[in-house]
């Protein structure tokens, strides 16, 4: 264990990352905001012609927020916390050093490809795998590399045992592999036919199977990128900055191998009554509910985590983001499953209320981990003490005003559409038009850019708080401990 | 046994992905046959036809409008029949849609028309007053890319037996016959519409975007 504190950790690869984890939040969020007001004011569409409609920038926001954001925030915190936990630094191979180098460079590269691709509307369609083939196979170039960066440094470890975090790494490499390999299964058209543009492809599958496959993905895409690397950091983070060891590991192997198992069958119920098979939906559906144990399994392992600490969530805003990204997880995993009964599915299913359930899991949970994992990296990897405490107290408020504003919104907003798109009058004839179920929306989907906006507003002083900790903060003599040091 | 995993990397990944992979085969796999068999009656798009199912995909149309009607007596009044599985049969990709932000489009063929759709996607306004749906005059503009949907009917023809060239099917041909049969299938369309624009890249044969998107609605029924 001496030897551990003498090992000189390589940064360099996890700090290029958290740039762009920066820059693309940013980029995400303001194409988000846009598009939620294009939803209020309809003119919003003709600012930019084509490239600028709901639909094109519709696909540019999920991805750029996805596949963006997050996962630079989870090749970010890799590149941090693997060293850390294996006890043994980049810098030890060379190998290892350029793969991680190149890996960053090709990122980039695939990110400038979806983004000039999605605006010109070259796009397979399917949510959250939009990309053509051969973006797709840069996609796995790029996931291969990190997958040879995990198991490589693995292989030159000195930490025997893998903690926790690293679970949740390995099975994100794995389970994201798995699931976008077989969804973006196509067949290019012009290899085949010899015409049409050499980019196109045809799926693989087609109609029901084509949807099972689909939400299969889509909806795991949620596990393997929304929450298991989340929960990777926050295993990671939270007793690091609390200086709390984790409540406990039994726990902690329950709710790992329960996720594993149980995520998997849920995907079905984004086809409730759809075409496909009965017994898949209502197995979707108890899955669903089943997931809520392993979910709240580790949120309440956070939770007691801290305990007999609770004042530090009041002196340390890094805990506050923490715990409420915890306390998020917790309702959304408890929304998720409320959504995915059948009866209650039937009114949200189409609404704005899914889109409200994803941004409370979204925004609440992952955008705040990623924003404390940011945080606690910063003194560490750049030897400076944060900038202001004052604004991440002024960010958090912000932003969970923001959050509040979105979901809430969101609820009335579908609930009401639901229940008017199935409203009859006193003859059993449909009680209103198709229009009238837009139009009454009109207050809500305001509020929801407003709340988006506060939540980007928060999350620009963050990225201010960021820079000025890089470039202005108190330099530390050595590293800290537990709490990051901030300055007022 | 955890203790253990935990030490040998090599056999933990293999035991999560054993414990992942698990339910996408019980769940996909045993009816996939049967889900891909078509309803009778249900045909493969025409080149025009996938041509604007492509200037739908273009435009994400499927990120505000469904093409799924669920077995509610609110859905079957407002839309028609409910969606049944083989009528999907042909559809690389599926085109559900998980929002409707506007009505579902499964069956609009049966009740809207090549000049409502015109004015509609002109100005949307002008139609539906309240509407929120963008206007599409780039596709006035945009040539339709009968290329590509010849491309794909071709090779789903090839790699999955699509049954295009059978009796009672649509047919393919070359690549020259199907622009003849596009611009055949393209010419009432086009003469059922007012811009002037659409008219004058028809008579120099250019079909463009719209009427390709308004042959791929008008066939959804």
Known sequence: MQSSNMINYDYSVAK??????????????????????????????????????????RPLHTDTVIFGFLVSGIFSTWYYIGQRVLK?????SPFLMAL?????????????AVVGSLLLGITSSKEYAEFEWPIDIGIVVIWVMWGMSIFGLIGIRREKTLYISVWYYIATFLGVAMLYLFNNMAIPTYFVSGLGDWWHSVSMYAGTNDAMVQWWYGHNAVAFVFTVPIIAMIYYFLPKESGQPIFSYKLSLLSFWGLMFVYLWAGGHHLLYSTVPDWVQTMASIFSIVLILPSWGSAINMLLTMKGEWQQLKDNPLIKFMIMASTFYMFSTLEGPIQAIKSVNA???????????????TLGWVGFMIIAALLHMAPRMFKRELYSKKLMEAQFWIQTTGIVLYFSSMWIAGITQGMMWRATDQYGNLAYSFIDTVTVLHPYYTIRGIGGLLYLIGFIVFTYNFYKTITAGRELEEEPQSTSPMAA | MFHWLEKNPFFFAVAVFVVIAYAGIVTILPDFMNSARPVVGTKPYTVLQLAGRHAYIKDSCN??????????????????????????AYDRPFLWG???????????????????????????ISVVPGSIMPKYTHMFSNPANIETAYAEAFTIKKVFNVPYDKADMPKLGTYEEATKMALAEAKPIVEDMKSPEVKAAFARGEIKEIVAIIAYLNSLK
């Open chain 1, 347 to 361: 009114l949200a299913h189409f609404t704005d209320w899914i889109p409200g359930h994803v941004h409370d899991g």
């Open chain 2, 63 to 88: 990120a505000c409008h469904s093409q799924l009607i669920r077995p509610f007596k609110s859905e079957t009044d407002r839309y028609g029949m409910y969606s049944l599985s083989g009528e999907y």
């Open chain 2, 98 to 124: 998980s929002k409707r932000t506007g009505p579902d489009l499964m069956r609009v063929g049966n009740y809207r028309t090549t000049d409502w759709h015109e004015n509609h996607m002109l100005d949307p």
């Open chain 1, 88 to 92: 043994v630094s980049m810098a030890e």
């Open chain 1, 16 to 57: 290029l990352f958290a740039f762009a984890t920066i820059i693309l939040g940013i980029v995400g969020m303001l194409i988000g905001v846009i598009i939620a007001f294009q939803m209020a004011y309809p003119e919003l569409n003709n600012l930019a012609g084509e490239y600028g409609t709901f639909g094109r920038l």
């Open chain 1, 100 to 112: 991680g180098k190149i890996h960053f460079v090709l990122y980039l590269l695939v990110v400038v």
